[in-house]
């Protein structure tokens, strides 16, 4: 089953966070809300697509120090910043951070709702090439020594004859790890191997 993003907010403004909350739902978005970092973090699910919007300014874990915290995480979900004071040196960190947007809060209707559509569609993009990455990390993670070997030598375009002088072994050895390589990568010619080496960052294509 597929999650519905989510917009989660986290700001200590109780009012607050009930205004942003009722309009950004009134935008047809999915919202939940959080008074403080710590609360957010304790129920935080990475599988859960969405975005985040916070609030600089907050008691015992600020707004920037949460976001440092997820930047560290595998997959993290966009975050758009939040202030009520224009603070350069605070945006550039934001910024520098991975932060979406930076947005004070006397932001329009409009403002917000493309903020959030650029990071809802970076959080799409980001789950997806994501997912692939796993998938190929797993998919090579089959090679054994032996057929990693022969990859390598593959994709160095050698020969099989070459190949098996190399590692010292029979032609039908090397015919037989290279169809079991090919069979496990999900691939039938040398281009698509190629391909997905160098999308894993195996090889460089040199």
Same mark, same amino acid.
């Given at each position: 089953?597929?999650?519905?993003p %989510?917009?989660f907010?986290?700001?200590d403004?109780?009012?607050?966070?009930?205004?942003?909350?009722?309009?950004i739902q009134?935008l047809?978005?999915?919202?939940?809300?959080? +008074?403080?970092a710590?609360a957010?973090?304790?129920?935080f699910n990475?599988?859960?697509p969405?975005c985040l919007?916070l609030?600089?300014?907050m =008691?015992?874990?600020?707004?920037?120090?949460?976001?440092?915290?997820l930047?560290?995480? +595998?997959?993290? =979900? =966009?975050?758009?910043i939040?202030?009520?004071?224009?603070?350069? +040196?605070?945006?550039?960190?934001a910024?520098?951070?991975?932060?979406?947007?930076? &947005?004070q809060?006397?932001f329009?209707e409009?403002?917000?709702?493309?903020a959030?559509? !650029?990071a809802l569609?970076?959080?799409?993009t980001? !789950?997806?090439?994501?997912?692939?990455?796993?998938?190929?990390?797993?998919?090579?993670?089959?090679l054994? =020594?032996?057929e990693?070997?022969?990859?390598? &030598?593959?994709?160095?375009?050698d020969?099989n004859?070459?190949?098996?002088?190399?590692?010292?072994?029979?032609?039908?050895?090397?015919?037989?790890? !290279?169809?079991?390589?090919?069979?496990? &990568?999900s691939?039938? %010619?040398?281009?698509?191997?190629i !391909?997905?080496?160098?999308?894993?960052?195996?090889?460089k294509?040199?």
């Amino acid at each position: 089953m597929t999650l519905e993003p %989510t917009v989660f907010i986290v700001d200590d403004d109780p009012a607050y966070l009930d205004s942003i909350s009722v309009l950004i739902q009134s935008l047809g978005m999915q919202t939940k809300t959080f +008074p403080s970092a710590e609360a957010f973090l304790r129920e935080f699910n990475p599988q859960q697509p969405g975005c985040l919007i916070l609030d600089v300014r907050m =008691p015992v874990m600020g707004g920037l120090v949460l976001q440092e915290s997820l930047s560290k995480l +595998p997959i993290c =979900p =966009p975050i758009i910043i939040m202030t009520g004071h224009a603070e350069v +040196p605070t945006a550039l960190r934001a910024i520098r951070q991975g932060a979406v947007d930076f &947005l004070q809060k006397t932001f329009s209707e409009a403002e917000l709702y493309e903020a959030l559509q !650029r990071a809802l569609a970076k959080d799409a993009t980001n !789950r997806k090439q994501f997912l692939r990455a796993t998938d190929l990390t797993e998919r090579f993670g089959k090679l054994s =020594p032996a057929e990693h070997a022969v990859l390598q &030598l593959v994709l160095r375009g050698d020969t099989n004859k070459k190949i098996a002088t190399t590692l010292d072994v029979s032609q039908r050895a090397v015919e037989d790890r !290279r169809s079991r390589l090919m069979e496990k &990568l999900s691939v039938s %010619t040398v281009p698509d191997l190629i !391909r997905l080496a160098i999308e894993a960052g195996l090889w460089k294509g040199e």
